[in-house]
């Protein structure tokens, strides 16, 4: 097991930094929203101290450039991750024809409508009902996966009955895929404020590639835990239902 986990991080690094070369313009679909929002941060002058980062970080300008990088950052996530399965399975990871769209919606649906029952609830049984409910839909996950790739597994109910003993795999690759570029993203910032500005481009320019890694990664955590639960040579026909 030490071994088998050991050998999926290293695949997970190992794609996720062969992704620049393999398919840059993945990488391009975040680096480059994050880039202007840079560009945006220092004509702004939000490097020249803590107290000017602090004024503009609730900017309306500068959030409608935020919405754009994590839009630009969902995306390219899930395309690093369809990249990696076409690569497996074949297919082409930037035609959108072979996502399963039904079970992807249906999967979307539950997993973010379900939690929010707890809202019916007040007091102590909101917050256990919250908590319960938000464990109970993360198998979902594996069926928004397979539904991405355009794969035949699994459905919702296999998902929900063996879904939880192939989740821990997948968390562990999606923290090792955040925390790493994550501490770097926010180390950059800290470093760039009070700098004088042509060193706050050179770091803000690398900051945009490590926003990058991020989505680099954990396309690879997404592509890898999928793989690992559901093997490519082992995939069966397709569900005739979304309930399946």
Known sequence: MIRFVGRQLRELYRRGFALFLLAPVIIAIVVVPEFVQHWFEIRS??????????????????????????????????????????QARGGRWWDVREIAWLRLGVALALFALLPA??????????WVASIVLSIAVLPLLFVILGALFGAQRPGLVESLRSGWRRLP??????????????AAHYGLHHVARGL?????????????????????FTGAAFALAYDAAWPPATSTPAPSSPLS
């Not at 409608?64 to 990088?69: M, S, V």
Request: net charge positive; hydrophobic share 65%; charged share 15%.
């Open 45 to 86: 002058s939000m490097f020249e101290s803590a107290e000017r980062a602090r004024a503009l970080a609730n900017d309306p300008q500068r959030w409608a450039f935020g919405y754009a990088k994590l839009a630009g950052l969902l995306i390219a996530m899930f395309a690093a991750a369809r990249f990696w399965n076409a």
């Open 117 to 126: 029952l707890a809202d019916l609830l007040r007091g102590l049984a909101y």
């Open 169 to 182: 795999l997948l968390v562990l690759l999606l923290v090792a895929a955040y925390l790493p570029p994550m």
């Open 196 to 216: 004088a500005t042509p060193l706050v481009w050179v770091l803000m320019t690398l900051d945009s590639l490590v926003v990058g890694l991020i989505a680099a």
